[in-house]
């Protein structure tokens, strides 16, 4: 009976994760943002082992992607090593408060849950309101920034030339990616949805270059929050183990349709996902509470 | 200070090697041990009483689980070679990966971007020490 209770969860964990993988690369979000949400709001796992496979997922895709674009020189170490000081300090952060938060409170979760909830109006605002830029027009370069000397170039093939583009604004961006940084370790998640807008939008960075240096930064910022949920024992591999391979297998899939598949309504169905798990959330939160 | 000293193209080319290598060993480990433990074999924690009790914060869960709350990496590491614990070190090498890329590119490196490498490394290193201090 409990094999036959564990084999029921192992598949729907994989199945789970697996169908996140494929729709989440169509849509334009990272797995992480509609596992942990769905994940608290109809699996039967605490909030803690969540955000540990969450982290998981996020590192997992990020180390399988970042080695390709940092050789096409795409994912730029310049601009991720100054930020990463800083972003990493603030996702273990984000960690300690997040686990203190389910663990030292009796009704931790359920807080947790309206934190989510509330986190993810927000995330579904930034998608329906922020445009991408394919090459935004070079941002102030302050003299902060410039000791950094923030700058990268790729061979674009659609172009066939080289794009050289120098990022800005680099005070602000650190304000964000410390934020950023913090809301990653905190809920567990990529946070790609933050950071590809700043990278983009704050510093002029082309989208191309902020979406894969985007990456490179989730590997660090992820890594080191893991540590804090590795620590306190809130990584289960029952739980990582069919996950990482449901989502590394969907991810792969998903990849391959996103090139061919018209993604709008994909996009809408994710946010409209994203939206209805952040009031199943909300919703169990204050019932946790009880308020309801 | 050359554009040339951080965006070099050897210094990419290693960086995504190291990567690449360690990210492949540590998903074999974590899938290899991870298939072994979920068919049953050889498991330190009752797996019946895990799914009894996922439901509890991590504090919580391992005092019902483990006895004690978890507080570093013992509660994996002095199990080994259990294949749970083992499909554990897959994860941690994982979570290691970027630092050890770091550590293989750092000497490459000269004037700022050594020194802020450096710190990163110092940084990473706490978020893996700490619980042990």
């Known amino acids: 009976m409990g094999s036959l209770y564990m084999l029921q969860w192992i598949t729907i964990l994989f199945f789970f994760t697996l169908v996140i993988g494929v729709i989440a690369p169509i849509g334009g979000v990272g797995g992480g943002v509609l596992f942990v949400p769905l994940a608290v709001a109809f699996l039967p796992f605490n909030v803690d082992f969540i955000r540990g496979a969450g982290l998981l997922m996020a590192l997992t895709s990020s180390l399988s992607s970042s080695p390709l674009f940092v050789t096409k020189g795409l994912a730029n170490l310049r601009i991720v090593v100054p930020i990463a000081l800083v972003s990493i300090i603030t996702s273990i952060c984000g960690s300690l408060v997040g686990l203190w938060l389910t663990n030292s409170f009796p009704r931790g979760d359920s807080y947790f849950s309206i934190f989510l909830g509330i986190l993810l109006i927000f995330i579904f605002i930034v998608m329906l309101t922020s445009r991408d830029v394919e090459y935004p027009s070079e941002r102030p370069v302050g003299s902060f920034a410039a000791k950094f000397g923030l700058q990268g170039g790729w061979f674009e093939p659609s172009l066939n030339r080289t794009v050289d583009y120098h990022a800005g604004n680099f005070t602000y961006a650190l304000l964000c990616f410390s934020a950023v940084g913090f809301i990653a370790g905190m809920f567990g998640l990529g946070a790609g949805w933050a950071s590809v807008p700043v990278f983009n939008l704050v510093m002029g960075v082309p989208i191309k270059a902020a979406v894969t240096t985007s990456m490179a930064l989730i590997t660090l910022n992820s890594a080191a929050a893991s540590w804090v949920y590795i620590a306190r024992g809130a990584v289960l591999p029952l739980i990582c183990i069919p996950s990482v391979l449901g989502m590394s297998i969907g991810a792969r899939i998903g990849a391959r349709l996103a090139v061919k598949a018209k993604s709008r309504f994909i996009t809408g169905l994710v946010m409209a996902v994203m939206l209805f798990a952040a009031a199943v959330d909300i919703y169990k939160g204050i019932r946790g509470v009880g308020l309801l | ?133």
């Not at chain 2, 994982?94 to 293989?104: C, E, G």
């Not at chain 2, 000497?107 to 020194?115: D, R, S, T, V």
């Open chain 2, 1 to 133: 200070m050359g554009r040339d000293e951080m965006n070099h193209a050897s210094i990419n080319q290693t960086f995504a090697r190291i990567m690449r290598i360690l990210t492949w060993a540590g998903l074999i480990l974590l899938v290899l041990f991870g298939v072994l433990y979920l068919s049953g074999i050889y498991a330190t924690y009752d797996t019946a009483l895990i799914m009894q009790h996922w439901d509890k914060p991590a504090s919580q869960f391992w005092l019902e689980v483990g006895g004690e709350e978890a507080h570093g990496y013992g509660w994996f590491l002095s199990f080994l070679p259990s294949m749970d614990s083992l499909a554990m070190t897959g994860i941690m090498l994982l979570a290691l990966t970027p630092l050890i890329t770091l550590l293989f590119v750092v000497w490459k490196m000269k004037g700022l971007y050594l020194i802020l490498l450096v710190v990163l490394i110092v940084e990473f290193l706490f978020s893996v020490l700490w619980p042990l201090l």
